[in-house]
């Protein structure tokens, strides 16, 4: 954690009007801690970039950082496999600080979502309307 925290990896945006860019917003109330990823994906499906900024404690830092690195060189299906208890284990979380791993996964799991909407913009819209 501490790692993570002090020498954070990969902190700033992308381009989130960007077609292959997808961005995840996610925030726990409980704490006040707000976690942005953002994730670039190349032509074949893989993410070849990964960008963070989160407003919240040093857990929260470190599990933002450990998945920007983590999602980095997978696919997209791959990356969703990420689960917040990996996040936690590798950081060694106590369980007072297991919800900042949660909202690390929440923010792939958003930043995939919103980057998948981009490639599909008319599907999703017609099947909203159905």
């Keep these: 954690v501490v790692d993570h925290y002090e020498n954070p990896r990969n902190v700033g945006s992308l ?6 860019v997808g961005t995840g917003l996610v925030g726990a109330p409980a704490c006040g801690d707000v976690m942005k990823l953002q994730v670039e994906v190349d032509e ?3 993410i070849v970039e990964a960008r ?13 950082s450990l998945a920007t690195e983590w999602v980095k060189g997978k696919t997209v299906d ?16 106590p369980p007072v ?20 909407l981009k490639q599909h913009p008319k599907k999703e819209e017609s099947e909203q309307k159905a």
């Design 15 to 20: 381009d989130r009007n960007a077609k292959n």
């Design 44 to 46: 074949n499906g893989r």
């Design 52 to 64: 963070f900024k989160t407003f919240g404690c040093g857990s929260a830092i470190a599990s933002s």
């Design 78 to 93: 791959e990356a969703l496999k990420i689960k917040n208890t990996d996040i936690a284990k590798e950081l060694c979380l």
């Design 97 to 116: 600080k297991l919800h900042c791993s949660m909202l690390a996964e929440d923010a792939i799991k958003a930043a995939l979502a919103d980057y998948k």
